[in-house]
């Protein structure tokens, strides 16, 4: 869970270039040349996944793959439930580069018959093998509920990297209709209790602080819409997380909706304590503005929503400047929004459902301005190519 936050945040993609000046050029092996394999001294290794669901209308698939041009592997798939104990499912044996999927319905009828088809049956997931390091391996969980558009992939990872370790995390809720489900996830990994805070805030003064207590192997999956009870908080607002430590926690958030068939996974940050103040370019790439790539195999009548949350973490005002460089078959183009501030805790939704025919806009739902105003309201040709 690679992430990094500042004051204000959007999904980002970082571009960093590696110093090359006075660092020694690497030794290429000549043309032709047979490059041996690394020398085969096996650890324990441990990939995990952050999520699994076996509760009634729900299940996961487990997939994993070894990663080693030529060698055999052997894993052991583990489930750990919200409680914390480890169920321990049959070893697979896989060929190099071979990919096996777990259905854990038909998996733990055997291994444990009583987590199937039960509520509160979830947890965290481990894929245990010795290998020379974790990429060794690639595992995943595939959450989905049956008979509805609705799956969530949660990729594995090295639980014992420094990757995992964070003093606070930063995120958005979003309860987008009266059916819709936020579901905050955390677990904890480790064989330590870890103890932390939740707060849940919106520009309308919301504050709503809870205590969080995880034994080894844990997983508490936090209801926001029960959370927040009875408050007028609107439609979304601020997800903190904090630990009192740096702490090895795994930190999930999905909403969906069953009636709506919405399904999205919210963008989780490191909080970074010693991020100094400076102005700062964050970026969301590859945004498909209408239509589907082809690849993705989507039906030909599907249109694209793409939306774009900005939320101010920090304690004071913020000034942003949003653009949108757009391009279509034949055309490029750029629309700037207007400069505009977000104070403390304030949230946007960027709505980007404009081509050809409608005009991208920002709204508030909660915060500075009213519900009815948009901000940068373009004309309606503006990604018209």
């Given amino acids: 869970m690679n992430r990094r936050l500042a004051t204000l945040f959007a999904s980002l993609l970082i571009a960093t270039l590696p110093a090359i000046c006075q660092t020694p050029q690497p030794k290429f092996p000549k043309p032709g040349t047979r490059v041996g394999l690394a020398e085969w001294k096996p650890t324990p290794q441990e990939v995990m996944a952050s999520y699994w669901s076996l509760e009634p209308g729900w299940n996961t698939e487990l997939e994993i793959r070894n990663n080693l041009a030529e060698r055999q592997l052997t894993v052991t798939p583990v489930l750990r ?224 929503n793409p939306r774009l949350f900005l939320r101010n973490a920090g304690a004071t005002n913020l000034q942003v400047s949003l653009a949108v460089d757009w391009r279509s078959g034949n055309s490029t183009g750029t629309y700037k929004y207007p400069a505009f501030s977000l104070r403390s805790n304030d949230c946007v939704l960027l709505i980007s459902v404009c081509y050809r025919t409608a005009a991208p806009f920002l709204r508030t739902p909660t915060g500075v301005m009213s519900r009815s105003r948009t901000l940068g309201r373009a004309p309606t040709s503006c990604l018209s190519p």
Avoid at 172 to 186: N, R, V
Avoid at 214 to 227: C, M, S, V, Y
């Fill in 81 to 304: 439930t919200a409680a914390g104990r480890e169920v321990v499912l049959p070893d697979v044996v896989l060929a190099s580069e071979e990919v096996t999927s777990i259905n854990l319905q038909q998996a733990v009828a055997q291994a444990a018959p009583e987590l199937v088809n039960r509520m509160g049956s979830f947890g965290s997931a481990a894929v245990r093998f010795a290998g020379l390091n974790d990429r060794n391996v690639f595992a995943a969980a595939m959450v989905y509920r049956e008979g509805h558009p609705i799956d969530f992939h949660f990729d594995g990872y090295d639980a014992a990297s420094n990757d995992g370790y964070f003093s606070g995390i930063e995120g958005i809720w979003w309860l987008p209709a009266g059916t819709s489900t936020d579901y905050l996830i955390i677990s904890n990994p480790s064989r330590k209790p870890i103890t932390g805070s939740l707060a849940l805030t919106s520009a309308s003064g919301l504050n709503k602080q809870a205590k969080l207590a995880l034994g080894p192997l844990q997983t508490a999956r936090i209801d926001i819409r029960e959370t927040l009870g009875d408050s007028t908080a609107g439609d979304m607002g601020g997800v903190t997380l904090t630990f009192p430590g740096s702490e090895g926690i795994s930190a999930s958030e999905i909403v969906f909706d069953e009636v709506t068939g919405l399904a999205a996974i919210m963008k989780l940050f490191e909080r970074d304590k010693d991020e100094s103040v400076a102005t700062h370019v964050l970026r969301a790439p590859m945004m498909a503005l209408r239509q589907p790539g082809a690849a993705l195999a989507y039906p030909q009548d599907t249109v694209l």
